[in-house]
């Protein structure tokens, strides 16, 4: 065949159409633009393993990064405690509340998912926190070469969350910190001064509705004063006084102190038995849980299926875990915290009971002595209306002798 002038010369490596050396004007090389979109996968793994390296080095670098990143961040724990609401409060007297706090809505358990994440309870938090527990909670946030720390308030808002749970009414609060039993100490803090806030709210109302009950009662209380006196004039002015009626209302408040004074006495037998019950479980270091007027009391009640929770969970974990795994010393600690709670509130009963018994006590000495002292004044009241009659006997018999004796020493004249 007849040789191409544009033909590449002997001796060249590459051919030239043109352009650049090795170029040709459809593409690279001598291969056309519908030779080189056709490529095969063998191509392509001949490519990966060409720059397999590169790979493997961006790939190591990444990794590395990553690993160091995440092992020099600090450890934060995440510790959850949690409230019941109930719908309405227990209540051991069937009395009417001052107050109507019954959940009936989605927004009055909005009200109190607001109050919990309100800033009076974290003002209330933070003042709870002194001493060493105060420097172990502010520690991490503090840096060395900083003039000014956050306050504890910045700190509990920013690594405080309020999770209402769905379809039931259990909050809990989540609280983040570096170090683990710090976390669950503030959790427990914000559960308590929830309970306590709404506690001291319920007690305020009826404080206030004392007082206003008080100062009725004081009003009324002079309006009958004003009115006896009146009443006692009207009846010395025309001569209304009666003795008879002094002694029915001698009799009537001697049958109102004796039946004041037997409910006092049975009271006082009931609070005994109660008080002499706990006693005995003091005396034997025993649990007075077991005692029913204790266990059915509503601070103590949820407390004891919330530690039969507690210790079926940390069984659980017990099976899957040791005992220096974090959700086993986890659980090992909420359940120390109920088990003090509990000792608490069965304490608080126990004083409880015992304040009844002397209240029981000193009113039945009161209802004996008032008793005493109207049958004194009844017996007193008695002797005057005998003395009374015999007097007025002997003052007619005396007229009468009077009389007869005038007119025997009128007679002769």
Same mark, same amino acid.
């Given at each position: 065949m007849d040789s191409d002038p544009k033909q590449t010369q002997p001796g060249s490596s590459y051919g030239y159409s043109g352009g650049y050396a090795g170029y040709s004007a459809a593409g690279y090389g001598t291969e056309d633009a519908g030779t080189a979109a056709h490529r095969t996968i063998?191509?392509?793994?001949?490519?990966?393993?060409?720059?397999?390296?590169?790979?493997?080095?961006?790939?190591?670098?990444?990794?590395?990064?990553?690993?160091?990143?995440?092992?020099?961040?600090?450890?934060?724990?995440?510790?959850?405690?949690?409230?019941q609401i109930f719908r309405r409060d227990p209540t051991i007297m069937q009395v009417q509340a001052v107050m109507d706090n019954e959940i009936r809505s989605a927004e009055d358990l909005n009200t109190q998912v607001k109050i919990l994440e309100s800033a009076a309870i974290i003002q209330k938090v933070s003042e709870r926190l002194s001493g060493d527990e105060l420097r172990r909670f502010m520690a991490p946030y503090e840096e060395e070469n900083s003039a000014e720390s956050p306050l504890p308030i910045k700190v509990l808002s920013e690594n405080r969350k309020i999770i209402p749970q769905?379809?039931?009414?259990?909050?809990?609060?989540?609280?983040?910190?570096? %170090?683990?039993?710090?976390? @669950?100490?503030?959790?427990?803090?914000? $559960? #308590? /001064?929830?309970?306590?806030?709404?506690?001291?709210? +319920?007690?305020?109302?009826?404080?206030?509705?004392?007082? %206003?009950?008080?100062?009725? @009662?004081?009003?009324?209380?002079?309006? $009958? #004063? /004003?009115?006896?006196?009146?009443?006692?004039?009207? +009846?010395?002015?025309?001569?209304?006084?009666?003795?008879?009626?002094?002694?029915?209302?001698?009799?009537?408040?001697?049958?109102?102190?004796?039946?004041?004074?037997?409910?006092?006495?049975?009271?006082?037998?009931?609070?005994?038995?109660?008080?002499k019950q706990v006693q005995e479980r003091m005396a034997a270091n025993g649990d007075l849980t077991e005692l029913p007027f204790i266990s059915s009391q509503s601070s103590i009640g949820p407390l004891l299926q919330q530690l039969a929770a507690q210790k079926i969970a940390t069984a659980q974990l017990k099976d899957r875990y040791r005992d220096k795994h974090p959700r086993m010393i986890e659980a090992a600690n909420a359940l120390v915290q109920t088990e003090r709670e509990l000792k608490r509130a069965t304490d608080s009963a126990a004083?409880?009971?015992?304040?009844?018994?002397q209240t029981a006590l000193r009113n039945e000495?009161?209802?004996?002595?008032?008793?005493?002292?109207?049958?004194?004044?009844?017996?007193?009241?008695?002797?005057?209306?005998?003395?009374?009659?015999?007097?007025?006997?002997?003052?007619?018999?005396t007229n009468r002798f009077w009389k007869a004796s005038w007119a025997g020493r009128a007679r002769p004249r």
């Open positions: 063998k191509d392509y793994l001949l490519i990966l393993r060409e720059r397999i390296w590169f790979i493997v080095v961006a790939f190591l670098v990444v990794f590395s990064s990553a690993i160091l990143y995440t092992l020099s961040q600090t450890k934060l724990f995440d510790s959850v405690a949690s409230v769905r379809l039931s009414l259990l909050i809990q609060v989540q609280y983040r910190h570096p %170090d683990r039993l710090i976390a @669950a100490k503030i959790a427990n803090l914000f $559960v #308590d /001064e929830f309970i306590t806030y709404n506690a001291r709210i +319920r007690i305020d109302e009826s404080m206030k509705a004392v007082e %206003d009950l008080k100062s009725r @009662a004081d009003d009324q209380r002079k309006k $009958v #004063d /004003e009115l006896s006196v009146k009443l006692q004039a009207y +009846r010395e002015k025309n001569n209304l006084v009666s003795l008879d009626q002094r002694k029915d209302i001698v009799t009537e408040k001697l049958k109102a102190l004796n039946l004041y004074l037997t409910q006092s006495t049975s009271k006082l037998r009931d609070a005994e038995i109660r008080w004083a409880s009971i015992e304040s009844e018994y000495r009161e209802a004996s002595l008032a008793l005493k002292q109207a049958e004194s004044e009844s017996s007193t009241s008695i002797a005057i209306r005998w003395n009374i009659r015999t007097w007025s006997g002997t003052s007619k018999s």
